[in-house]
């Protein structure tokens, strides 16, 4: 059964119907008081895909978050992804013991595979980044890591998650490309840069990303790049830039392209 509700449309009216006009990621544990859910958080280090639970018996509900990952941002979106199944109304996909309800692990938070999961995600990111209050954030500024930064800290979020809701938000054309050492693990785009959706499996070399990561240094700000070197066809009139930061003792790196 598909979602009930919009989840957008739900989290905007689960926000005005409780007056929070502050950064919501502030009042996750009282809404679940208010909704008598109650909430547990644990390392789990035995676990370390899981990022929650949330779990039905009977009438009563409850959330467990896996706190092993210490990561604010990632915990409150994990928060808001769980009460997500709860305000949706999504019948449970998970049985065991007894119990019922949904297990969400890292990777349904990044790449939901199941409407539900996707739907969950999309309420989180709108709660926690509710559109009018974090567009006033983004509103005149370029997407680059000063502004994820801030905006990030600012709301309570993951740096990777607030670069999602930016990409959503924004009205010009940008490309993120997330890697593991080498190797392409995710591809987003901003609606104006669709079309222009790079298909690639390796950080292309030749281009500042590939020097970045070969020498595990972070670029100080934009630099121009062919846009043939990353698949995209732009007027030749048209200059491509990217930006590349990482986490290199994990490999992690992130590209922002743009023009």
Not at 27 to 46: F, S, T, W
Not at 143 to 164: E, G, M, P, W
Request: with cysteine.
């Amino acid at each position: 059964m598909s979602a009930p509700y919009e989840p957008a449309a739900k989290a905007k009216q689960v926000l005005e119907s409780l007056g929070i006009v502050d950064p919501p990621a502030t009042h996750l544990d009282e809404i679940a008081k208010m909704q008598n859910i109650r909430v547990g958080k644990q390392d789990l280090p035995d676990d370390p895909s899981l990022s929650g639970l949330l779990l039905f018996r009977g009438d009563k509900r409850a959330i467990l978050i896996n706190t092993y990952i210490q990561n604010a941002g990632r915990i409150n979106f994990t928060f808001a992804h769980e009460l997500g199944h709860y305000f949706l109304q999504h019948t449970p996909t998970y049985y065991w013991d007894g119990k019922q309800g949904f297990r969400c692990t890292q990777d349904d938070m990044q790449n939901g595979q199941t409407s539900k999961e996707i739907d969950a995600n999309r309420f989180a990111a709108a709660f926690l980044m509710p559109e009018e209050q974090f567009y006033l954030g983004m509103v005149g500024s370029i997407l680059d890591y000063t502004l994820i930064a801030n905006l990030a800290r600012q709301f309570r979020v993951s740096k990777h998650a607030c670069c999602n809701r930016l990409l959503e938000l924004t009205k010009g054309p940008y490309i993120v490309v997330r890697s593991h050492n080498f190797t392409i693990t995710e591809i987003k785009t901003s609606s104006a840069a669709r079309s222009k959706f790079p298909s690639l499996k390796k950080v292309p070399e030749g281009t500042a990303a590939f020097e970045a990561v070969a020498s595990n240094r972070n670029q100080d700000s934009f630099s121009i790049c062919s846009p043939l070197k990353w698949g995209i066809d732009l007027p030749q009139s048209v200059p491509l830039y990217e930006w590349t930061r990482g986490e290199w003792v994990s490999g992690v790196a992130m590209t922002i392209l743009k023009w």
